[in-house]
């Protein structure tokens, strides 16, 4: 946005007809108030007194999470996000295709990733500036797969929209670890329904706190999504907010996080050899038994264990994801936003047969198309599609 004179005004637009830098967002009418800073640069707000809530965009950075990045998407789609920018970083499961899925629905960008040092704070930091400078966010959530950002009352959009346009630039938001008690033929979300009073990472120190910050294209966001800087205002520490966490969902899948990590941890020359330290000695636990079953098994809770940490106040049943999802095998649907279902051309063969989608909470969803916006989708999917052909077909001539 050039800058103004300088005086406040409101500035009306309708995205559907109007490019924002270049993308064409939702149909629908928005009213933001915009400012020259000091700087010279112009500043735009929502304006809440006229009950307009904020547009969220959240980041994910993920690597074979087949087993949650469906339900990630789903859940947080009726917790408010308008958009997610998902970046994969080499994952060989199905999550390719998963992430295809939501790109073709018209609510993912997303970024293949082939460097395998895992430079997060790089990574995060490229979608947290492009969700400001080409997704017209105002707030931003760098989240990981495994994390469910929850509100004690109402939505995100209602919470953000709450917070002093002025003053905060940041929050802070808590983390609590749901405990893995396996139980035969359920899904994760079923299983783990009890949460630590108590949650400490791999190190045995507090789980440190993850951050969400006001969109803004000179952000730079810490490694572990912990810490932003260059936002304005202050950080506030949210305490109406909190994140659910789910870090270990089976052997096989923390094995497999562990490695990758671990590996990506050691191939990176530039980080301190203390940032990640978690996962590094993980990473040597594994090297050195070839397993880390002993350690699931430590942090996993059998009946008895189970009852004794509930009687004494080290876990609380908590069924908030559960009840959400229900008992299905599957997640679904969470069209709750009325996002323009798009067409999406061009994305490989993974998308055949019906391409409309139900909704199954008697949502209305509009038959609303914007070639731009469809062009644009589907020359991100083709160009994600492509640079995984190419980095894998690489990987494979290399091989022989």
Known sequence: MTSLPARVREYR?????????????????????????SDGHAKAEWNKDKGQKPRIVMTLLVRDEEDIIAENIEFHRAWGVDHFIITDNLSVDRTPDIILEYVRLGFVTPIFESADDYSQSVWVTRM???????????????????????TQHGDLKDFFASLDPISVGAVSVQRH?????PVQNRPWHQEMVYRKAKTLNHMGKPLPPKAAH?????????????????????????SELEILHFPI?????????????????????????????GWRKLYAEYQEKGTLNDYVLKNSYDPDHLMRCL????????????????????PRRALAHGEPVCDVEGVGASFTGNRSVPS???LPIRNWRD???????????????????????RLHEADK
């Open 13 to 37: 637009c309708v995205r559907a007809r109007q490019p924002i830098k270049g993308i064409f967002a939702e149909e629908f009418e928005r009213v933001v108030t915009v400012t020259e800073q």
């Open 128 to 150: 947290a500036r492009m969700a400001a400078s080409e997704l017209a966010a105002d707030w931003v959530i760098n989240c990981d797969a495994d994390e469910f950002w929850i």
């Open 177 to 181: 670890d749901l405990a893995l008690v």
């Open 214 to 238: 006001r969109a803004d294209a000179k952000v730079v966001v810490h490694q572990g999504n912990h810490a932003v800087e260059g936002i304005g205002g202050t950080v506030l520490e949210a």
């Open 249 to 277: 969902r089976s052997v096989d899948q923390f094995e497999n996080k562990i490695k990758n990590g671990g590996r990506a941890y050691r191939r990176n020359t530039t980080l301190p050899v203390a940032i990640g330290d």
């Open 311 to 330: 009687a004494a106040g080290e876990l609380i049943r908590d069924l908030r994801i559960a009840s959400f999802f229900g008992d299905d095998q599957k």
């Open 360 to 362: 199954d909470k008697g």
């Open 371 to 393: 070639v731009s916006l469809d062009r644009l989708a589907g020359e991100r999917a083709d160009a994600y599609c492509r640079a995984r052909s190419e980095y894998f077909d």
